[in-house]
């Protein structure tokens, strides 16, 4: 991370069962995926660790044995890292509740253990605090839309709604001429985790987001940066010609 002083803790959700991925992918969870010998998640904590991050909190479900085998404690990345298990499906945000006891301090990045995106972290942070924000979402201009669903963010970068893939994109300034998407890398104060019912499941994106809205403290940090998704066979193939060019990694594997 940019802003070394930060001592950001990131929870990544990586306990889905990647029912997309199973033609191309079936021996385990989806951020183990083999991108160029090397799980996709190798590549997704290598990125978190030079952007400063120390201390990780994977949060695991289906086959969780090959992710706590391969991660470990995390020395192999210079990181902390500690699990919280679900023993069935939570959903997003029930993992992410499930994790709260594990979480240190007031503000934590949440990253989703399937995609990629490299945006600068700090920057990141300094938006979220400018905002004063209880959660910024990365908002990804991406070429190819039909996959995601769309923000709408005002003159200020709030999100003042959440539309989906066959939702009309309205009348919002600027805006209407540029689209973005949830990146699946947010910021979110620890108020945001204590107000998400103790239940499962619970989706972040669908049911926690889009009721934020009305506090009007829902923040869109707008980037260009490099995005992919491996949550289907093409993605991930997509990822295994481009990623070990972007991330080098030089530790064993």
Request: with cysteine; net charge positive; aromatic share 8%.
């Amino acid at each position: 991370m940019q802003e070394k002083g930060l001592s950001l803790p990131a929870v990544i959700l990586a306990g889905g069962l990647g029912t997309r991925l199973r033609s191309a992918y079936s021996a385990g969870p989806k951020s183990m995926a083999p991108v160029g010998q090397r799980p996709f998640l190798d590549y997704l904590l290598t990125w978190l660790q030079r952007e400063g991050v120390e201390e990780v909190i994977l949060c695991v479900g289906y086959k969780k044995s090959h992710i706590q085998r391969f991660v470990g404690r995390g020395g192999k990345w210079g990181m902390s890292v500690k699990y919280s298990a679900e023993t069935k499906l939570l959903g997003t945000g029930g993992a992410l509740k499930k994790a709260e006891r594990l979480i240190p301090g007031k503000t934590v990045l949440v990253v989703n253990g399937d995609t990629f995106v490299d945006v600068s972290l700090g920057d990141l942070m300094k938006f979220h605090r400018s905002r004063r924000a209880s959660a910024t979402l990365a908002a990804i201009s991406v070429a190819d839309r039909s996959r995601y669903g769309s923000l709408c963010l005002d003159e200020r970068s709030r999100i003042t709604a959440f539309l989906e893939k066959s939702g009309r994109y309205g009348d919002v300034g600027s805006e209407k001429k540029k689209r973005y998407v949830n990146g699946g890398v947010y910021i979110l104060d620890l108020k945001v985790i204590s107000k998400i019912h103790n239940r499962a499941p619970v989706s972040l994106e669908k049911e926690v987001f889009p009721l934020l809205l009305a506090e009007n403290s829902v923040y869109g940090f707008k980037s260009d940066a490099y995005f992919l998704d491996i949550g289907v066979p093409e993605d991930l193939r997509r990822a295994q010609r481009e990623l070990p060019q972007r991330i080098r990694i030089s530790h064993p594997r």
